[in-house]
């Protein structure tokens, strides 16, 4: 197989990091763009080229395609908090929506044969079953869900246009970081339930909120498929090797393990894995929490050659738990200015 150059966007970010990480242990050339807004440059490896800018720049774009040879794109660049997102409904379809557009029209024009695009189970909204299959009506809740449902018309509309096939993958719940500590989440202030309650566990929040202990499920609290992020940054590579076997195919799969965890369930397995109690304040559950959110991960399977390799809560919340204490460390290395205050 050929293994051309892949421009990996947001790839100074958690997840965009593990894939090029993922990229260069499997052989793939990697070129990343980032704007640095939520991304830290230190994420991206030595070695890999790097453009600060923006994925709505079209002539940067069409500078790093002809630089660098870009044959596919993995595309996360974006925002990603759902509160946010209906506080600030504009700022996500513009960077969500509009900016996605911007970066598939340049990928058509410049001949970019490939695209992988980063979407979530947020589209489904509240979904009447669970697990939930790629089938299922895709009706958001919330701003965030439908800009990225919005990016996936974009790209299945694109694909029957012009000659470019694309590989969906619609995440569920990313927690924990590179085994080898080479990145992790590092944003301040985050919001995922594994990396607030490693952070208390090292002493950097006070308590960890439960939001809601009334849903329908066995113990009160919201379960979720939480997936490693690694093995997630692992199915990126497989699906972009699918597409170029396949030039003629797209694909649309769930990405996750097929197995959920109460918010309780999660917080005793860092208090397990810690060894040290985290102080836990129960609240009003949040709007449009579903009691349950588990994929049915049998499409990725029956597609991909895909075996995760760190499907155990207590290994994602080891690796999780290891990289905040290695962002510690660069944090005290780190120039003023360099690194995020906190988080």
Request: hydrophobic share 40%.
């Amino acid at each position: 197989m050929s293994k051309v150059p892949v421009l990996v966007t947001g790839g100074a970010g958690y997840i965009g990091s593990h894939a090029v990480l993922a990229l260069q242990d499997a052989g793939w050339p990697v070129v990343v763009i980032d704007n640095l807004v939520t991304g830290f440059r230190f994420a991206v490896p030595d070695g890999v080229p790097f453009y600060q800018g923006d994925i709505a720049d079209e002539a940067l774009l069409q500078r790093i395609f002809a630089e660098q040879g870009i044959g596919a794109i993995m595309h996360f660049a974006g925002s990603v908090v759902v509160p946010e997102s209906v506080e600030n409904p504009l700022k996500y379809y513009h960077n969500n929506t509009a900016r996605t557009r911007s970066l598939i029209a340049a990928a058509v024009s410049g001949g970019v044969r490939h695209f992988i695009f980063s979407s979530t189970a947020a589209t489904y909204g509240i979904p009447e079953v669970s697990p939930v299959t790629e089938t299922c009506p895709q009706r958001p809740i919330n701003p965030y869900g439908m800009s990225k449902l919005m990016s996936e018309i974009m790209l299945a509309d694109t694909a029957r246009a012009h000659p470019l096939n694309y590989c969906v993958l619609r995440y569920f719940n990313v927690a924990g970081a590179d085994p080898q500590a080479r990145t992790g989440q590092s944003t301040a202030g985050a919001t995922h339930l594994i990396k607030v309650a490693v952070e208390a566990a090292l002493g950097k929040r006070d308590t960890v909120g439960v939001f809601g202990t009334d849903f329908d499920t066995p113990d009160g609290t919201g379960v979720r498929d939480y997936i490693h992020v690694s093995d997630l940054a692992e199915a990126h590579v497989l699906a972009l090797e699918a597409l170029v076997a396949q030039p003629t195919q797209s694909l649309t799969m769930n990405c996750g393990y097929g197995r959920g965890f109460s918010v309780l369930e999660v917080l005793d397995a860092v208090d397990r894995v810690t060894n040290r109690p985290i102080e836990r304040v129960l609240q009003g559950r949040r709007a449009g929490d579903p009691d349950s959110l588990i994929s049915d991960n049998s499409r990725i399977k029956a597609t991909l050659p895909w075996t995760p390799r760190y499907a155990d809560l207590d290994v994602i919340i080891g690796h999780a738990l290891a990289w905040e204490r290695r962002l510690t460390e660069l944090r005290d290395a780190a120039p003023a200015g360099e690194m995020p205050a906190g988080g």
